[in-house]
T-cell receptor, first 115, second 110 residues
């Protein structure tokens, strides 16, 4: 158990509504990531954080925003959900200031359905 | 060319067989390499890191060939529980992110 929890585990929402997914880690990892996984596309990076209040975009960041106000929490927000954002979302964390190359550990995912 | 490429499979092998997967990467500056396994509808889990000299963990052996820019995973004496998708992951130098391959699906058959 890598100490990474995601909430909610499942969510169904309507098009146009805002949605926030939460990732919480207990291992004091410096780096945190949000990925989405869709059939035929594998894991794609949405946003990542390299420290408190330090975030940057990944390859599929349009329509998403993130915030990291504490080391342990990384929030992903869909400002106005669309059906194309129906996916499985994984949070991951890894690395410390002294161990940049340590591997990622994943949360158990959030299944989001936008109707 | 994609940054990390894998044969998607599926590889269907009988129990007890030896199976090998390769993964190629395009960024010659890549410094960290990993194999993850992902079960259906579950999160990816670290299987093993891959070191320059190669490394072994029980029935699993990983190799890195920097000159040809590929890494490999060998599974000996396959078990039914080895059935999963195996993801190759590469990371570049400082400041670069993890890049995931699309995965290779393995089915071990009784």
């Amino acid at each position: 158990d890598a100490g990474i929890t995601q909430s909610p585990r499942h969510k169904v929402t309507e098009t146009g509504t805002p949605v926030t997914l939460r990732c919480h880690q207990t291992e004091n990892h410096r780096y945190m990531y949000w990925y989405r996984q869709d059939p035929g596309h594998g894991l794609r990076l949405i946003h990542y954080s390299y420290g408190v209040k330090d975030t940057d975009k990944g390859e599929v960041s349009d329509g998403y925003s993130v915030s990291r106000s504490k080391t342990e929490d990384f929030l992903l927000t869909l400002e106005s959900a669309t059906s194309s954002q129906t996916s499985v979302y994984f949070c991951a964390a890894g690395g410390t200031a002294d161990s940049y190359n340590s591997p990622l550990h994943f949360g158990n995912g959030t299944r989001l359905t936008v109707t | 060319r994609k940054e990390v490429e894998q044969d998607p499979g599926p590889f269907n092998v009988p129990e007890g067989a030896t199976v090998a997967f390769n993964c190629t990467y395009s960024n010659s500056a890549s410094q960290s390499f990993f194999w993850y396994r992902q079960d259906c509808r579950k999160e990816p889990k670290l299987l093993m890191s891959v070191y320059s000299s190669g490394n072994e963990d029980g029935r699993f052996t990983a190799q890195l060939n920097r000159a040809s820019q590929y890494i490999s995973l060998l599974i000996r004496d396959s078990k039914l529980s080895d059935s999963a998708t195996y993801l190759c992951v590469v990371r570049g130098s400082y400041g670069q992110n993890f890049v995931f391959g699309p995965g290779t699906r393995l089915s071990v058959l009784p």
